[in-house]
Each structure stands twice: as C-alpha cells, then as structure tokens.
C-alpha cells in the first residue's frame, strides 16, 4: 500500500529553483497498466462525518491513524526528525533517516507528525513544496514492487517494475528543477533480501546530487543496518540512525489522556490500570489506545441497557475490554498480512447472505471486485489460494486443497474477533459494519 501526499501549496520562491517545480511524467513509450498498485489516498482517508456522540468522539480520538497536533513523550525525536528532514528539503539534498524500535513506540507517528508540520509551513508559505510518499514494505511483495509503487505515487501512472526502476534512476541522475520527495518506508526490514538491491538502490539515489530524495526507513529491527549494510557502504551512505525506546507505563497513561482531552469518560485509575497493563506486557502504545477504544464501546453498550449507571470508563470495564482483545483468534488476526485479512474479510461479507461454507472461487470473485471497489491491486487464484491453505493451517478456516478452488471454505473463528481487529483498520472499517 503507497499513500502519497502531494505538497504543492504555494512558497516563497527557493534560491535553487526559481521557476516552476518540474512534474514528473511517464515517457509515451512506456506502457501504463490500468490497475493501480496502491490505494489511493482518498480511500485511506479518515471519514469526514462529524462524530455524533461522546463516545464517537473518543473513539475517533483513539484511532491509530489519528495524527494529533501533539505527540507527548516524543519529544526529542520529533525535533531531531523534524531538523533533518526541514534542512534537506531547504537545501535541495538527498539525506537517509534510519529509525529502529520495537513496534507500538511511536515511530510512525512520529513521522507523520513530522510531515504534517512540515506540510503547514508550506501553507505558510514559510517552506518550499515537497512531495510525501509512504510505503509499507510489508505490501511490497517482492521488494522490486517498490520501484512502481514510488513511480506510481509520483505521477499516478502504474508501469512495470524493471521500467519504473529505469526511470526513477534516470529521474535522479538528471539535473532539474523538481521538488523534493520525502519518502517514509515502513516495515522496512521486510523488504531484506540475499542481495539487498532495492534496498542499497533507494540508499545510493539519495547520495546523488540531483536526486532531492529523503529516506526515512522505520524498522523494528535495531540491528539492521549492521547486518544489511558493510560498514564501508554504511560509511558511505552516511546513514543518520535514531532509536525509540520502550514507553514507560507513565508515558502510556500521558499518550492515552492527551488525546482525550476535554472528553471525560474515563476515570483517572482506569487510564492508569490499561497504562500498566500494556507496560507490563508489550510497551506497544497501539494496544492501549486499542483497549481503551474497545472500553468505550463496552461503556456505550451499558449506557444503552443501564441508564443509571456511571457513565465512565472504569477499572472493571478495561478488564473486560482486555480480555475481549486478547483472545487467540484477535492475536492471530492482528499478525495476519493485509491480503490475508482481505480474505476473511471477504469470506465473512459473504457469511451473511446464511452460507456457513463458502466454495474457495465464489470468494475470489468476490474478492476481486472488492479490489477493484478500492482500487488496490487483486491477487491471482494461486494466491488466494495460497492464503486459504494458510489460513487452515491455522484453524481458522477449513477446507479440502485437493478440492482447488470448488473447495469449501468454513470458518472456525469468532466473527467478533474479526471484526473488532478489522474495524481497527482504515481501510476495512466500512466493509465489516
């Protein structure tokens, strides 16, 4: 998946280019597919309707991809990112960002935070334009599929892999007057390969003079440029390396009360209890901001069937949102790939016309046309098919392989469980209503 952010507002005008900014263009020879690679960014956008009650509104508040104005206890590396990443933009120069954590310490956020502040001086007219591109390596299936998401985030053309590579080395050896391009790789230890040659070109691109290419890879990884990179080539490259250190349980507690500020629907202790809880467990601030939206779900439930009870979030309700979080099948699921949950997600969309089995080929029609709804690339029957043996390894589903795609596919697991970990997820959130 490739979310791309064009900043084009107007600036003042930059001691290097003083005409307008250069488009990148796909040349007439090459050929342009007519399935787009990535969701667009209009369909991973946050809905626009106003929530309507005071639960929406914390819920809302508690999404992952909420980026609030102020991230507490990131400080530090907020500043360092932001220096860098303002200075080369300023300059016209190419700069690499490794930052490396255990998942659920900020590092996206904190870059997009970044971004989006960035993106307002524009506004201001206090910074020049530059364009934003965020790549998940874990979409990038193999590595290579990188070059056409980047290419096709740029100009919104799709081409073929080995051509997109070719031109976007062209792009950055040329001297014009483009504007500079941040690119965000998330999960970058995903894309590691025998050779590293995606990985060690994005890299080089960057050193160029005229590449105006800024890469910032997060990975979970601390170890990974010393096992990716010898360390002439680290030497060379120049790599800027920032770690996340593991929230404390005070952190938590000051991450989940800051973004529900001015909404009082939970008690202090009950923050307090969820905060030690994770701390304990995880460090991950994605999981108590998950329990804690799950609790004011629980709380909305009871204030429907109880009209006098205390309309907050107590101790008691965050264990009850804790359990129902952690059960097997909502593990699993979190950890499952993107195509993956598109295929339960699909299997249960056609659960609910009564079929408690579903034939493995009715699910990739319908998985197809869910693709093309989005606009992301589909799969082909090998795939899914692949997917479906996978997923009964597990349990979850079940099914007869020497069946191929006539198999019928049952599931196994608690719709509830899909569908609260599916609801977590931009993208799936209004197919699982």
Not at 202 to 224: G, H, K, M, P
Not at 356 to 373: A, M, N, P, S, V
Not at 390 to 412: E, G
């Amino acid at each position: 998946m490739v979310v791309t952010r064009r900043s084009d507002a107007g600036a003042t005008t930059s001691r290097k280019l003083k005409n307008k900014a250069t488009q990148i263009v796909t040349p007439p020879s090459v050929r342009v597919k007519s399935v787009p690679t990535f969701t667009p960014l209009e369909l991973r956008a946050a809905p626009t309707v106003k929530p309507e009650t005071c639960y929406d509104k914390a819920r809302a508040m508690l999404q992952l991809e909420e980026v609030p104005d102020y991230l507490p206890c990131r400080e530090k590396e907020y500043k360092q990112i932001y220096d860098k990443v303002k200075s080369a933009i300023e300059e016209f120069s190419g700069h690499r960002i490794f930052i490396s954590g255990q998942p659920g310490t900020g590092k996206t956020a904190t870059v997009r935070q970044v971004v989006k502040n960035l993106q307002r001086k524009i506004m201001q007219k206090e910074l020049h334009p530059f364009e934003f591109v965020e790549i998940n390596g874990m979409e990038m299936k193999p590595p290579e599929k990188a070059y056409s998401a980047l290419w096709e985030a740029l100009t919104g053309d799709c081409i073929a892999v080995k051509a997109a590579e070719d031109l976007l080395s062209k792009t950055f050896n040329e001297p014009s007057q483009r504007n500079p391009i941040v690119l965000m790789i998330d999960e970058f230890d995903a894309m590691v390969t025998k050779t590293n040659r995606v990985i060690y070109n994005f890299l080089e691109w960057t050193t160029l003079q005229d590449s105006y290419l800024i890469v910032i890879a997060l990975t979970n990884r601390i170890d990974l440029p010393v096992t990716m990179l010898s360390a002439r080539s680290e030497s060379r490259i120049g790599l800027d390396r920032l770690t996340f250190a593991p929230y404390t349980h005070t952190e938590l507690f000051t991450i989940v009360k800051s973004r529900l500020e001015g909404i009082e629907l939970f008690e202090n202790n009950a923050i307090e209890f969820a905060a030690r809880k994770v701390s304990s467990i995880s460090q991950d601030a994605r999981n108590a901001l998950c329990i804690c939206r799950h609790a004011i779900g629980i709380l909305e439930s009871l204030a429907k069937t109880n009209e006098e009870i205390n309309n907050k979030v107590t101790i008691d309700i965050v264990k009850d949102a804790i359990k129902k979080t952690n059960t097997p099948w909502s593990k699993y699921i979190r950890k499952c790939s993107f195509r993956a949950k598109m295929f339960l997600c699909t299997l249960l969309l056609l659960r609910r016309d009564g079929n408690l089995e579903i034939e493995l080929k009715d699910i990739i029609g319908k998985y197809t046309k869910l693709c093309r709804k989005k606009g992301i690339q589909t799969s082909t029957c090998t795939e899914l098919s692949n997917i479906a043996y996978d997923l009964a390894s597990s349990s979850i589903v079940s099914m007869d392989p020497s069946k191929d795609i006539y198999a019928q596919i049952k599931f196994n697991g608690n719709e509830e469980d899909v569908n609260m970990v599916l609801s977590d997820d931009i993208f799936f959130r209004d197919l699982v209503k």
